[in-house]
């Protein structure tokens, strides 16, 4: 098995897609760690605030057919791909860590995910992996969140009832 975090967010009716899927996410994989959520302006478009969180999980399924799995449940809860890829959506379900495997693949699968970089991805990680390490650079998530430049992508604490 291997220990995945994903990253969930959503800026149209978060409260409702993100919930599904963290009910779709239990499902299929048992016990799971959810993050606390996190409110942040939209990155790369001009759109509504995104909620956004993190997921720890543990899978038999290969980093290619989870992120197949990841993109049928987006589509299940009407994610549209005939869209700019910066824009509004319902859900979008990204594999952030997969053990500490570096790979990329079809279907913008790209490990550790780029947008770690990101306030919004690195921050609830943190929180419920604190100890993680990064593939690449050998630093905790703890570490990495510490270094970050938080003022520079504000978060406001979401209350959740996922």
């Known amino acids: 098995m ?16 993100l919930g ?6 239990r499902e299929r ?3 799971i760690t959810v993050s606390p959520g996190y409110r942040s302006k939209a990155v790369g478009f ?9 997921v720890g999980l543990d899978t038999d399924l290969s980093p290619s057919a989870l992120n197949d799995w990841l993109h049928a449940l987006e ?18 379900l990204d594999i952030v860590f997969y053990d500490a495997l ?3 693949g079809a279907g ?3 490990i550790p995910r780029g947008e770690l970089k990101h306030a919004f991805v690195l921050r609830p990680i943190a929180d419920i992996a604190p100890d993680f390490r990064h593939p690449v650079s050998g630093l905790s998530m703890a570490e990495l969140w510490a270094a970050f430049p938080a003022e520079r992508e504000p978060l406001l604490p979401e ?3 996922g």
């Open 75 to 92: 589509d299940r809860h009407g994610r549209r791909r005939d869209v700019p890829r910066y824009s509004d959506r319902t859900l979008d």
């Open 46 to 54: 001009a759109g509504a605030d995104f909620v956004n969180l993190a």
């Open 2 to 17: 291997a220990r995945v975090y994903l990253s969930l967010g959503s800026n149209l009716e978060p409260q409702r897609y």
């Open 108 to 110: 913008h699968l790209q």
């Open 20 to 25: 599904a899927a963290i009910e779709a996410l």
């Open 29 to 31: 994989f048992g016990e």
């Open 102 to 104: 570096i790979t990329q």
């Open 159 to 161: 209350s959740w009832s």
